[in-house]
């Protein structure tokens, strides 16, 4: 908490329903360059590219906070 995760998102216009921005990458404690999509409503995929390597990471929407 208190950490901005994602930074700079802004349409990709060359890719109708993408976005491109920044994530925190935490192990090497700075921002990435990240491809966002939202395959369905409720699911926001974020691709980060390193290198020749790529990784994608999902995120579901909670639908209420853990522990409250």
């Given at each position: 908490m208190g950490r901005v995760l994602l930074k700079d998102v802004v349409s990709d216009e060359?890719?109708?329903g993408?976005?491109?921005g920044q994530i925190y990458a935490e192990r090497l404690q700075e921002y990435r360059d990240?491809?966002?999509t939202l395959p369905r409503p409720d699911q926001m995929?974020?691709?980060v590219k390193v290198g020749f390597m790529s990784r994608t990471v999902s995120w579901t929407r909670a639908e209420r906070i853990p522990g409250q």
């Open positions: 060359s890719n109708t993408s976005w491109r990240a491809e966002i995929q974020i691709k």
